[in-house]
Nanobody, 118 residues
Framework: QVQLVESGGGLVQAGGSLRLSCTAS????????MGWYRQAPGKQREVVAI???????TYTDSVKGRFTISRDNAKNTVVLQMNSLKPEDTAVYYC????????????WGGGTLVTVSS
């Protein structure tokens, strides 16, 4: 079994920062792409940032220059550093990973709530 566990959400004022972390555990061969998605109330889940195993990041336009994604392959961890937060960043943030065990399976974490007050 594989689990993704997020931490680091919370309440912050606009302009503040939060750091989200996600660690994969269980029967893991290797992890290819890892990423963060978010879902605001009444909206569809959307990609925020993804990062390849080699460390190449991709960001959605709305967070470019404010968010930074990074990963530690030895620790099976992905981190999202969020700066200059805006009220529109308020959402449940989900960790996602493609993990090789017997075959590649896509996994989701349970989500962590980020609330940005104006």
């Amino acid at each position: 079994q594989v689990q993704l566990v997020e931490s680091g959400g919370g309440l912050v004022q606009a302009g503040g920062s939060l750091r989200l972390s996600c660690t994969a555990s269980g029967s893991i061969g290797s992890i290819t792409t890892m990423g963060w998605y978010r879902q605001a109330p009444g909206k569809q889940r959307e990609v925020v940032a993804i990062i390849t195993r080699e460390g190449v990041p991709t960001y959605t336009d709305s967070v470019k220059g404010r968010f930074t994604i990074s990963r530690d392959n030895a620790k099976n961890t992905v981190v999202l550093q969020m700066n200059s937060l805006k009220p529109e960043d308020t959402a449940v943030y989900y960790c996602n990973a493609n993990i090789w065990s017997v075959r590649i399976v896509n996994y989701w974490g349970g989500g962590t709530l980020v609330t940005v007050s104006s």
